[in-house]
């Protein structure tokens, strides 16, 4: 059975849809590292299943008609790249800002916009129990960031009431904050 090459009007739809793809993907993935949970998960929820539904009829149709694997797959290569920073961008972010921030939080002087490594902070501050916070943008209308807890505080992990910081545990002495507003 031989293949005829792929017209160019399915080649430009395929690449417009992997060009969607990008448009929405790298936006997604910024967003991940400073909101994680806000509108960027929202979006890659919604707005990238919905391409993948636009994106199946022509793909099937090259695949099945011309056989063209690589235009075919190029949209949802790109998704999975970029679903991947956005899942695991946020930890390895943290995991090589987390010396910096953890010798700047032994002292914790107050601080404003900085950036520890590749983590950017909006300020840093220490808390009456000793916590050391380090607000980072996003939350919508709560407050969030990294907390370093020493060694001996207890910190709220479970109960969520409004103006007070919760915990969630990340690794050694690091949890993640949330403040209700």
């Known amino acids: 059975m031989t293949t005829t090459p792929a017209p160019r009007s399915w080649t430009h739809v395929m690449l417009v849809i992997a060009g969607l793809s990008l448009v929405l993907c790298v936006p997604v993935a910024f967003a991940a590292f400073e909101w994680p949970g806000g509108w960027a998960s929202l979006l890659a929820f919604a707005c990238l299943p919905a391409l993948g539904v636009i994106w199946l009829a022509p793909a099937l149709f ?104 919760i915990y969630r545990h990340v690794t050694g002495d690091w949890y993640r904050f949330v403040r209700r507003f």
């Open 62 to 165: 090259g695949l099945v008609r011309h056989r063209a694997w690589l235009p075919s797959l190029a949209a949802p290569l790109v998704v999975v790249l970029f679903g991947a920073l956005a899942a695991f961008g946020p930890d390895v972010s943290f995991a090589v800002s987390r010396s910096a921030m953890t010798e700047h939080a032994r002292d914790c002087a107050r601080t404003g916009e900085t950036w520890f490594r590749t983590v950017y902070v909006e300020q840093t501050h220490r808390l009456s129990d000793g916590v050391c916070v380090f607000t980072t943008p996003g939350g919508l209308i709560d407050m969030i960031g990294w907390a370093w807890v020493p060694a001996g505080v207890e910190v709220n992990q479970t109960e969520v009431r409004d103006g007070e910081y």
